[in-house]
């Protein structure tokens, strides 16, 4: 794996993270403000849990 998979990984993060808005801006206001009313607490879970599959996924599909 070189540094241009790097960048286009990323680059395709920026794509996907960007449907949502784009698509629904409503929606997607009204779910960013649930995700404000969590506690510290919670949001680091769900931030372990986002590691977790994603160190999954690329184990089995490297």
């Known amino acids: 794996m070189d540094s241009s998979s790097l960048w286009q990984a990323l680059a395709l993060v920026l794509v996907i993270e960007g449907l949502l808005p784009f698509v629904s ?3 997607w206001r ?5 995700i404000l009313q969590l506690s ?5 879970f769900f ?6 599959l994603g160190l999954l996924a690329l184990w ?3």
């Open 25 to 27: 801006p409503g929606r």
């Open 40 to 44: 510290d607490g919670q949001l680091r």
């Open 30 to 34: 009204s779910t960013f403000t649930q």
């Open 47 to 52: 931030g372990l849990c986002s590691v977790a």
């Open 60 to 62: 089995l599909l490297a």
